[in-house]
């Protein structure tokens, strides 16, 4: 195992990043669009979803979220000078997983000016030829 973990590390890391980077880019170009519901596919029903202080499990409840009216307007923008820091790993039963970590900037509306940093980390699990999102922390900040 611990020959298997070296050789993915050191081997595979640029198309685990290669994924995250595609990942990144439609996830966020998705979510910036009227296509937003088209995310719910990314989650089952044991994704876990911290947005802020809440805290929500199962696909239902992710979407509902996300599509909030609240948040129906805001706009993601991963900072294009910061590549997506992404990192293999496994679950406990040896399956690949992918944590991936985003720094951006979010505007509350596309016409607003002003922007607020976030931080998103996502941990993919790779499930047939597509992925589900296991988990994932949205949180905002200020440096």
Same mark, same amino acid.
């Given at each position: 195992?611990? @020959?298997? &973990?070296? %050789? ?5 890391? =640029?198309?685990? #990043?290669? *994924? $995250? ?47 909030? @009216?609240? &948040?129906? %307007? ?5 900072? =294009?000078?910061? #590549?997506? *820091? $992404? ?57």
């Amino acid at each position: 195992m611990e @020959e298997k &973990l070296c %050789q993915l590390l050191f081997q595979e890391i =640029p198309q685990f #990043q290669l *994924i $995250a980077n595609q990942f990144v880019q439609w996830y966020y170009e998705t979510h910036n669009s009227e296509n937003r519901p088209a995310l719910q596919g990314l989650y089952n029903q044991n994704s876990f979803l911290t947005y802020q202080n809440d805290q929500l499990v199962g696909s239902e409840n992710i979407i509902k979220k996300i599509l909030d @009216e609240q &948040l129906s %307007q805001m706009v993601k923008i991963p900072q =294009p000078n910061i #590549q997506p *820091i $992404a990192q293999p790993s496994f679950d406990s039963s040896g399956a690949q997983l992918l944590l991936i970590t985003v720094f951006g900037e979010l505007k509350l509306t596309p016409e607003e000016e002003n922007t607020i940093p976030f931080v998103e980390i996502f941990l993919l699990q790779p499930i047939e030829n597509s992925f589900v999102i296991k988990n994932q922390i949205f949180t905002t900040h200020s440096f």
